[in-house]
């Protein structure tokens, strides 16, 4: 979150290196490809294991190797869902945090070398966690459809028209308390943390 926009800032073209939206917009969509090439095998595992709890199946992580056919396949099923997902919510919260620093900034006059203080931040990190409820829930959801059905469910097309006709909209948020919660809790931690850490990298950087 720090070190990438500095590698964009210092090798992009020059039109775009004075830019902070284009560093962060590279930098979410950079992140979220290695998240999610690390992240989909406990997501695939995260899926199954969910899902035969609920069928009150008991099932171990033995059983699942012996019920693949192909193991690195099947751990990465949905790859493409999750990197949607992550890209989404990557880009989205870089740029949110941007957006709503610049204007705390102007509003109570904040240097730039100066970090902003955490109580200013409270609000905007309630902001942010509300606004990527809505706007990531419908991917997440898509992401854990495609990793319970694989091949017979994998279009994206398909896989929307199914969710609606079982539940209409609400299929794309169903667990949205849980994952405000979850959001809540990431941007009130990440926005501050993001914020002390920029400013000390501008501090080593002599900025």
Known sequence: MVGLP?????????????????????????????????????????????TVNAQHKQETFKSYYSQSNNLVADL??????????????????L??????KQHLRQLYNIPQNQSIPTLYLIPASAAIAVISTIIIMPFDNLKTQQQLHGKNQSKYSLIVKNIYSQAGIRGFFVGWRLRFALYLLHAGMTVDVLERLEALSRKLRGE
């Open 6 to 50: 500095n590698f964009y800032a210092t090798h992009l073209p020059l039109t775009m290196r004075a830019n902070k939206k284009m560093q962060k917009l590279f930098t979410g969509i950079s992140i979220a490809m290695i998240e999610g090439l690390l992240l989909c095998p406990f997501e695939r595992l995260k899926t199954f294991f969910m």
């Open 95 to 100: 740029q949110a945090d941007l957006f709503m």
């Open 76 to 93: 990465y099923r949905g790859v493409g869902g999750l990197i949607a997902r992550q890209t989404v919510a990557w880009v989205y919260f």
